[in-house]
């Protein structure tokens, strides 16, 4: 009996042990993951602060307040889409706080882009979708190049952009972009169009875009989407082309489809 409990007591001596070796390596572990999140997060706010002070300094002429150069979440974004490179961040940002100013990007308003959004080629859709996403949807059969103003396609294009940015969820940074290519023709293609649609979110909007939806792409857009892909470089590892019912089925619920993709 003896020897029985003194088995025991050494058994449970060995396993508290070890119990307490193990919590106690977690407990370094969790404090060191707790420690590298602060570092990198005063590391990030340290960035941010110097870019700050660089534009301040060196660009006195650029705009300040929201999306102007002391707008530290626009900055921290940049920083970010440039993998935390101070100058390349810099540069960026400079281009595209420049470009919002020079394009009135403020001043855009349904008025101000009521010619182009009347044709119906693109809106942003009243829901988001499951992975809590804004979507923006756009019809290219309802595009005609050279019928209106190019400068009209291209504020519809900004003013969208932003009111979808605008319905981002807290803890959401990124969109979907669904092309609806039914009806397609060649009449519709415009490169131009789609090299300024290009800089817009390399330039301007750097990581906005989750993943964009060719849906029901004919054969004719094929070719077309050859041409296009090297303009859209990197951008064109986001496209998935799909069906009208993937669309329905993984990407929407019934009571949130958008109304062209209904059966």
């Known amino acids: 009996m003896s020897i029985r409990l003194s088995s025991t007591l050494f058994a449970a001596s060995i396993s508290f042990k070890n119990s307490k070796s193990f919590y106690s390596g977690r407990s370094r572990s969790c404090r060191f993951s707790v420690r590298s999140c602060v570092s990198d997060s005063q590391n990030a706010n340290k960035l941010v602060l110097e870019v700050k002070e660089r534009l301040a300094k060196d660009c006195t002429s650029l705009p300040i307040g929201k999306n102007g ?15 935390f490179s101070v100058d390349e961040a810099i540069g960026k940002l400079t281009k595209a706080i420049k470009w919002r100013h020079e394009f009135k990007v403020d001043e855009l308003s349904e008025d101000s882009v009521k010619a182009a959004a ?50 981002l969820p807290a803890g959401k940074h990124k969109i979907l972009g669904i092309f609806d290519l039914r009806g397609f023709g060649s009449e519709n293609a ?21 993943e964009v939806l060719f ?11 050859q041409i296009t892909k090297p303009i859209v470089k990197t951008y064109a590892s986001l496209v998935k082309f799909c069906s009208v ?19």
């Open 190 to 210: 415009d490169l131009k169009f789609l090299t300024f649609l290009f800089d817009v979110f390399y330039y301007y909007y750097p990581s906005r875009l989750d």
């Open 69 to 83: 150069r002391d707008d530290e979440e626009m900055i921290l974004w940049f920083l970010k889409d440039r993998r």
């Open 245 to 263: 019912e993937t669309v329905r089925k993984e990407y929407f619920t019934e009571e949130t489809i958008p109304s062209n993709f209904r059966s």
């Open 118 to 167: 009347e044709t119906g080629k693109a809106y942003v859709h009243g829901f988001l979708d499951v992975k809590g996403r804004p979507v923006v949807i756009v019809a290219p059969a309802k595009h005609i190049p050279g019928l209106l103003d190019p400068i009209e396609d291209e504020k519809l294009c900004v003013f969208l952009l932003e009111k979808a940015l605008s319905k």
């Open 215 to 225: 849906v029901d792409a004919p054969f004719i857009f094929q070719p077309i989407w």
